[in-house]
T-cell receptor, first 114, second 113 residues
């Protein structure tokens, strides 16, 4: 079974600065997807970014980018130019092709300070 | 386009009561899922469905039942509610697309006392 580990329960960043959230996973599969989801206080799960394991190029979405290290099974999220609206819980998730099921990490709570 | 809708948003149950959490999606997605999120934790898969008439257990299925009679609806049934089922429940759906993105409903906060 796949496992996803987020070792940082909480992180803090100043507005306009850069922060990196860590995620590692364990799998024996070679083809899979990885995701970062954002959960603000509203509880809504919002997709931030996705990465296909077969792609070597790191995914980027505006201020959000990932550092995907397949051999190390590491998938970190970098948020540049942090904004107050980035404050939320961030979940790393692994998707297996069998019925496209997601396995989530325990989350990292990100605080953004002035 | 409403996406994934869930009802109710909040519910308080007494121990031993039963209830059904409703989930509907209007995106014609084949795959649907139920997750629970305990305080300070990630989401855990309860049940999933790959199409009408087909359901299967996820990681934490005990105490729950599901059915999938139509593509749009995927209700979750709680029988004999227990305090351990106090949680936030999310329904999600996914199409057979390359991105495999799951679209989540707004969640139902359930308290069992």
């Amino acid at each position: 079974a796949q496992t996803v580990t987020q070792s940082q329960p909480e992180m803090s960043v100043q507005e306009a600065e850069t922060v990196t959230l860590s995620c590692t996973y364990d799998t024996s599969e070679s083809d899979y997807y990885l995701f970062w989801y954002k959960q603000p206080p509203s509880r809504q799960m919002i997709l931030v970014i996705r990465q296909e394991a077969y792609k070597q190029q790191n995914a980027t979405e505006n201020r959000f980018s990932v550092n995907f290290q397949k051999a190390a099974k590491s998938f970190s999220l970098k948020i540049s130019d942090s904004q107050l609206g980035d404050a939320a819980m961030y979940f790393c998730a692994y998707l297996t092709g069998t019925a496209s099921k997601l396995t989530f990490g325990t989350g990292t709570r990100l605080q953004v300070t002035l | 386009n409403a996406g994934v809708t869930q009802t109710p948003k909040f519910r308080i149950l007494k121990i031993g009561q039963s209830m059904t959490l409703q989930c509907t999606q209007d995106m014609n997605h084949n795959y649907m899922y139920w997750y629970r999120q305990d305080p300070g934790m990630g989401l855990k898969l309860i049940y999933y469905s790959v199409g009408a008439g087909i359901t299967d257990k996820g990681e934490v299925p005990n105490g729950y039942n599901v059915s999938r009679s139509t593509t749009e609806d995927f209700p979750l049934r709680l029988e004999l509610a227990a305090p351990s089922q106090t949680s936030v429940y999310f329904c999600a759906s996914s199409g057979l697309a390359v991105s495999y993105e799951q679209y989540f409903g707004p969640g139902t906060r359930l308290t069992v006392t």
